[in-house]
Every structure is written in C-alpha cells, then in structure tokens.
C-alpha cells in the first residue's frame, strides 16, 4: 500500500517510516511535516494512503482531510492524533476518514493497527489501551447493569432499544438511567455518552439473555 505520512514532529515522522517500513503491506512514498504541502503531493505520488496527524500548523489535519477526500475520493485517510477524543474521531468519520489510530500504540504494532482501522466497520479509534470495565464501575459505583446502559447510551441507543437488549421495560431503563446520571454527576445522555467514551468503555456489546431488572 503506496503511503504518504503527514505530522509535523519529525522525530514521529522517522518512527512512522521506520514501523512501516518493517511491515510488507506498506510503501512510503513520501513524507511532510506541513498540512498545506499534503494535497500537492497526493496529486503528485498518487498513494493509496495518508497517514495524517489531526493537529498541523496552519493548515489543521481536519482540514486537511475534507479537501483530500474531496479531491480525491480514492485515497483512504487515516487520522492519527496523540489522544482520542469524542467530538474529535467523530468529525474525522464525519469528513471522510478511513480510520483512526492513537499514536500511544507500540511501533511494532503500528502497521496491523492501520490495517485493522481500515477494515473496520465502527467509527471508533483503534489503538486505545484496554479497559478494566470493574476498576471504572467501582471507581463510579456502578453497577453491572448500569455499565451495560451506559455502553449502550453511548452506541446511540433509544430507551426502547436498550430495553428490548435486556429484556425489562422502558420505565425500568429511565429508572436506571436516573441513578446512573447521579452517580455520574452528568445531567443527560450526551454526557453519559462522552463519560463512557472518555473512560474507553465502548466495545462490541456481549449477548443479552432474559434476567430480572
């Protein structure tokens, strides 16, 4: 895969190139360390990806990356940022991104995270470290069936939905989704939503079966 690598830290730009280049599903074309270079030299070395740091100067990788998608719609982009905010991987898939990776992963496992953010379905950052969902819930009180709700607050899940998945009523959701917010110290759903993405809490949910509420 023809790869084009934009961050303007050029010690991450020569860490990049080394991770890849130990990696056969990938060519380095070329490299910038500057956003408004990143369009010119799409059109000029053709890749097949950019791999782009979502803060540039001048011109910021956000922006970057709507004009490449535009221009060209054939290039896959994927966003790279040191952390993996909401708000921010959510307007990288908004504006055309392929995928989404941390720069905290280890450098060995760079290349098959590209890929597996390339081939994945769920606008979500891969790379993110993993999560003891008991340490979170004790840390906020919650209880096993509260974590469940808010995980699934946090894919965009309507009460109804929700209870339909753990087979209890709506008012039954409502009443959990009352205690949940107190404990949290939220007010609504979209805060609930960012403190489940916040504390890496979103995952492909677990089947349900029939239990008492």
């Given at each position: 895969?023809?790869?084009?690598?934009?961050?303007?830290?050029?010690?991450?730009?020569?860490?990049?190139?080394?991770?890849?280049?130990?990696?056969a599903g990938f060519e380095v074309v070329g490299s910038t360390r500057e956003a408004a270079t990143v369009?010119?030299?799409?059109?000029?070395?053709?890749?097949?990806?950019?791999?782009?740091?979502?803060?540039?100067?001048?011109?910021?990788?956000?922006?970057?990356?709507?004009?490449?998608?535009?221009?060209?719609?054939?290039?896959?982009?994927?966003?790279?940022?040191?952390?993996?905010?909401?708000?921010?991987?959510?307007?990288?898939?908004?504006?055309?991104?392929?995928?989404?990776?941390?720069?905290?992963?280890?450098?060995?496992?760079?290349?098959?995270?590209?890929?597996?953010?390339?081939?994945?379905?769920?606008?979500?950052?891969?790379?993110?470290?993993?999560?003891?969902?008991?340490?979170?819930?004790?840390?906020?009180?919650?209880?096993?069936?509260?974590?469940?709700?808010?995980?699934?607050?946090?894919?965009?899940?309507?009460?109804?939905?929700?209870?339909?998945?753990?087979?209890?009523?709506?008012?039954?959701?409502?009443?959990?989704?009352?205690?949940?917010?107190?404990?949290?110290?939220?007010?609504?759903?979209?805060?609930?939503?960012?403190?489940?993405?916040?504390?890496?809490?979103?995952?492909?949910?677990?089947?349900?079966?029939?239990?008492?509420?």
């Open positions: 895969m023809r790869t084009l690598l934009a961050d303007d830290h050029p010690l991450v730009l020569i860490g990049i190139r080394r991770a890849l280049e130990q990696h369009l010119p030299l799409v059109g000029q070395l053709h890749p097949d990806l950019v791999l782009l740091d979502v803060r540039m100067p001048e011109l910021d990788g956000l922006s970057c990356l709507k004009r490449i998608c535009s221009r060209h719609p054939d290039v896959r982009v994927v966003m790279l940022s040191m952390c993996a905010e909401p708000d921010q991987v959510r307007a990288a898939f908004e504006r055309g991104a392929s995928g989404f990776v941390v720069k905290t992963i280890e450098p060995s496992a760079l290349g098959d995270a590209i890929l597996r953010a390339l081939a994945c379905a769920e606008t979500s950052a891969v790379g993110l470290p993993l999560v003891d969902e008991n340490d979170v819930a004790t840390a906020a009180g919650l209880t096993g069936r509260e974590m469940t709700i808010v995980r699934a607050v946090a894919r965009g899940l309507p009460n109804s939905a929700i209870a339909s998945e753990l087979w209890v009523t709506e008012q039954t959701v409502k009443f959990h989704l009352s205690n949940i917010y107190r404990k949290l110290e939220v007010s609504n759903r979209t805060e609930a939503s960012r403190w489940a993405h916040h504390h890496g809490l979103l995952k492909e949910p677990e089947p349900h079966t029939p239990a008492a509420a």
